[in-house]
C-alpha cells in the first residue's frame, strides 16, 4: 500500500514557474514508477509525466515537453515536477501516481495509486 501526498499547486499568472511535490508513505518507493497527471474541469485525466524506478528514464506529454521536468529522490520518497513557462491550459488538479510497469507510462490505468491532487490555477 503507498499513500500520496501532493503539495505546491497554486494560482499563478502566465508565464511563471511552479513546483509540485508528492510524498509517498510506505516502503519500497524504488520499486515504483511515478507519474503526474491532470484533470482540468469537463476534461478527461490526462498523462503529464512519468519517472521510472531510478529516476534514468522519464516521459512527457507533448504539450508539456521542453517546459515540464520530473524528477524523484528515492532517498525522501518524493516526486517532483517543475513546471516553466506555465500557460492558462496548464490549469488543473495535478495529481501524483505511483505504478509498477514502466512499458506504457502514459496509460492513465498503468497506475494503481493515486494522491488527492492539488489545484494549479494559471492567469493569463
Do not use: H
Amino acid at each position: 500500500q503507498v499513500q500520496l501526498v501532493e503539495s505546491g499547486g497554486g494560482f499563478v499568472q502566465a508565464g511563471i514557474s511552479l513546483k509540485l511535490s508528492c510524498v509517498a508513505s510506505g516502503r519500497a518507493f524504488s520499486a515504483y514508477v511515478m507519474a503526474w497527471l491532470r484533470q482540468a474541469p469537463g476534461k478527461e485525466r490526462e498523462f503529464v509525466a512519468g519517472i521510472e524506478y531510478l529516476g534514468t528514464r522519464t516521459a512527457y506529454a507533448d504539450t508539456v515537453k521542453g517546459r515540464f521536468t520530473i524528477s524523484r529522490l528515492n532517498a525522501k520518497n518524493t516526486v517532483y515536477l517543475q513546471m516553466n513557462s506555465l500557460k492558462s491550459e496548464d490549469t488543473a488538479v495535478y495529481y501524483c501516481a505511483a505504478g509498477r510497469r514502466w512499458d506504457a507510462p502514459a496509460t492513465v490505468t498503468n497506475y494503481d495509486y493515486w494522491g488527492q491532487g492539488t489545484q494549479v490555477t494559471v492567469s493569463s
